[in-house]
């Protein structure tokens, strides 16, 4: 993928960059905000990484122009700040997603690949099914190769957002985003308890593991 | 501003008085105008009626019986302060016994004569030219009107000097009373100033407008103060806390360098260093969301928040945990309990309520989260049955950084608690910690209907 990545600190982009360099990704990193909006409206990028405090035009202000001139890339957005509100002012001036400074490099991945495949426009979809697990939407019933399996309302939505991200990474604080719109990190382990719950759920009787556990980033389904 | 008005007290009071006298000063000559005009007046229409009864006897019978009424007149002394004067065409004397040259005909206000002493009075005179050529003074003395006009002088005088002397007196008393009590808030702030933090505004107990600035001046002293101390508090424990994370980090990244390791080794030692920093973000991020938190700017986002589906919401992602750890949870729901708020951040408080019950008691204890709705308040409340919070700690614990001796083995930064209770606050909620005999309850009130605004 060509990612654009707008971040004034060096030693931070220098981070990202090396990052998203090994996973395969030809990266430009430009430090102003003027800059990155003359990037994203001069060449296709695949994603943007904007920081929301750039020097000259801010992070959310190229974001906010990019987006009226009609460029739809997907941007996740970096921040010093936690404030509550800017989260929301991030996502209403179209960020895809939006990632408190300091972040986990695994975090930053997992979070691109699942703004840059986000459908463009809602699908109206009745069911999931990746390999031999199905999920109905409307009924929340799940099968595993044709057999009912018994889930709770929350473990239906957990394996419905791993589903709806299959081969992508599914981290600790996506699913506990997803799944109970918590914007903290518990100290308690509420995500592999409720992940070991799952999985024991779906595979029980099955020889494959349905979950995948990706060491130190998060978990997967899976997909093949 | 203009700079011509008074600033002081005594400035103020005696404008006030001046302003005051003036007014008295305009009255009381508008009453003396009204009442010299007055008696000269009923003088004049006496003139006139003895004027007009001699015409009579002129037109009846001649000079000579007017020189004969005019005599009479005179001799009876009927009226006090007139006299009378008739001279015929001549010039000569006919009748009367008034001692002054004979005026123009028409009214005199102010006619000198003579008394037999040889002193002057000053009257009031009509001089009327008769047909025959001669000549007719009616007078009266003047006399009351002035005695009038002078006690009414004096009297002025008396009063507006009494007015200048109150006003003056009042002026320097309410300027020093003020000044005093004003002295006192001035020392105080000087005190404080010069570093003496406790010093406070005397108050004397009374219901004064002093007494309640001094008062309202002392509680925000008092809030100052405690501002203060937290924040010595805060920055004290903010540097001890980070230097136990600190102290593990360079033992482990010291202990890594020091030891011949291979390349396992080496990844294990950078893995503890990495959470070890981790540890101090996670402190860094704990600190900064509650100030933020604390800042209330986040009032301006509240919208109606359903507890009861917050309280299913956190019980459900804790559930497996505390099934694990051999705790039981027991929730007493109200439906529709609603609060204005931001749901996140009540979904915070609930969890740190239930991590923190998890934390601290032993596995097989009882946990429950209820809520309770009524007309003013809704109140949520999660107790458990085990060690509890001695009376004297649970103020203390609310604080930042306060982890008491019997969780010290327990991991955690002393920080959740003092997350809730600013997220209490922010919320307009009341957060009591009370004895669950055994076990500690945590009390939340939230007004169904909290203060409009921010």
């Known amino acids: 993928m060509k990612i654009l990545i707008a971040e004034d600190d060096a030693e931070t982009a220098d981070f990202v960059r090396r990052g998203l360099t090994q996973e395969g990704h030809v990266v430009t990193a430009v430090k102003s905000g003027q800059d990155a909006l003359f990037r994203a409206t001069e060449e296709p990028y695949d994603a943007l990484v904007l920081d929301r405090m750039l020097p000259g035009l801010d992070g959310l202000s190229v974001l906010k122009m990019l987006r009226a001139g009609g460029i739809r890339t997907p ?95 599914m981290t600790r604080t996506m699913l506990l985003e997803k799944v109970w719109d918590f914007d903290f990190d518990p100290r308690t382990n509420i995500v592999e308890t409720h992940i070991s719950r799952l999985r024991a759920k779906l595979n029980s009787g099955f020889e494959q593991d349905a979950i995948i556990t990706v060491r130190g980033a998060g978990y997967m389904i899976r997909s093949e | 501003m203009n700079r011509l008005a008074p600033r002081s007290t005594f400035g103020l009071v005696i404008l006030v008085s001046l302003l005051l006298s003036c007014a008295a000063l305009l009255l009381g000559v508008a009453l003396f105008a009204a009442s010299h005009e007055a008696l000269e007046e009923q003088l004049n229409r006496r003139i006139e009626a003895e004027t007009a009864s001699f015409l009579r006897h002129f037109t009846r019978g001649g000079a000579a019986e007017l020189a004969e009424a005019v005599t009479q007149r005179e001799e009876g002394g009927r009226v006090s302060g007139a006299g009378y004067l ?59 009107v002035d005695a009038s006009d002078r006690a009414f002088l004096t009297l002025s005088g008396a009063t507006l ?9 009042s002026a320097w008393a309410l300027g020093a009373v003020v000044r005093r009590r004003l002295g006192h808030i001035n020392q105080t702030a000087q ?32 809030r100052n103060a405690s501002l203060m101390e937290t924040l010595q508090q805060v920055s004290s424990d903010i540097a001890h ?13 010291n202990g890594a360098l020091s030891e011949d390791l291979d390349a396992q080794g080496y990844r294990r030692a950078l893995e503890r260093a990495a959470d070890r920093s981790q540890e101090m973000l996670d402190i860094f991020a704990a600190l900064l969301r509650i100030s933020e938190i604390e800042t209330l700017r986040i009032r301006e986002s509240f919208q109606p928040v359903d507890l009861s589906e917050a309280v299913g919401q956190v019980a459900d992602a804790f559930g497996p945990d505390l099934e694990a750890s051999g705790h039981q949870l027991g929730i007493g729901e109200a439906a529709g309990a609603v609060v204005e708020g931001d749901r996140r951040l009540l979904l915070q408080l609930l969890a740190n309520l239930v991590e923190n019950a998890l934390r601290h008691t032993p596995p097989g204890s009882k946990i429950s989260l209820s809520l309770q709705t009524s007309a003013d308040d809704v109140i949520l409340e999660v107790a458990d049955n085990g060690p509890g919070i001695a009376p004297e700690h649970r103020d203390k614990v609310l604080r930042r950084f306060t982890r008491l001796e019997q969780s010290r083995s327990t991991p955690g930064q002393g920080l959740g608690l003092s997350l809730v209770a600013a997220i209490a606050k922010a919320h307009f909620a009341e957060l009591m910690l009370a004895d ?3 076990g500690l309850i945590v009390r939340l009130t939230f007004k169904a209907h909290p203060p409009s605004g921010g």
């Open chain 2, 86 to 144: 008739l001279v015929d065409a001549a010039g000569r004397k006919v009748a009367g016994g008034l001692n002054a040259p004979v005026p123009e005909p028409g009214w005199r206000e102010f006619l000198y004569v003579t008394r037999p002493d040889g002193k002057q009075d000053v009257s009031q005179a009509l001089t009327t030219r008769l047909p025959d050529g001669a000549t007719l003074v009616v007078a009266a003395d003047r006399g009351p």
């Open chain 2, 191 to 222: 005190a404080i100033i010069d570093g003496d933090l406790s010093r406070r505004v005397p108050e004397d107990g009374s219901l004064s407008e002093f007494d309640q600035l001094s008062r309202t001046l002392n509680r925000m002293l008092d």
């Open chain 2, 241 to 253: 806390d980070l230097r136990t994370p600190l102290t593990r980090l360079q033992q482990a990244l």
């Open chain 1, 75 to 169: 941007a996740l957005m970096l921040t010093a700040m936690s404030k509550i509100a800017d989260r929301v002012e991030a996502l209403e001036n179209g960020a895809d997603d939006y990632l408190i400074k300091p972040f986990a490099f695994s975090e930053l991945n997992a979070r691109l690949n699942v703004i840059v495949r986000r459908p463009a426009v809602a699908e109206v979809e009745t069911a999931l099914k990746v390999q031999d697990i199905e999920l109905d939407l409307r009924k929340r019933v799940v099968h595993r190769a044709g057999r009912r399996i018994d889930l709770q309302p929350r473990e239906v939505l957990m394996l419905e957002a791993l589903m709806r991200n299959a081969h992508r990474v």
């Open chain 2, 161 to 169: 000097a009494t007015m200048l002397l109150i006003g003056v007196g």
């Open chain 2, 436 to 438: 669950n005999e055994p």
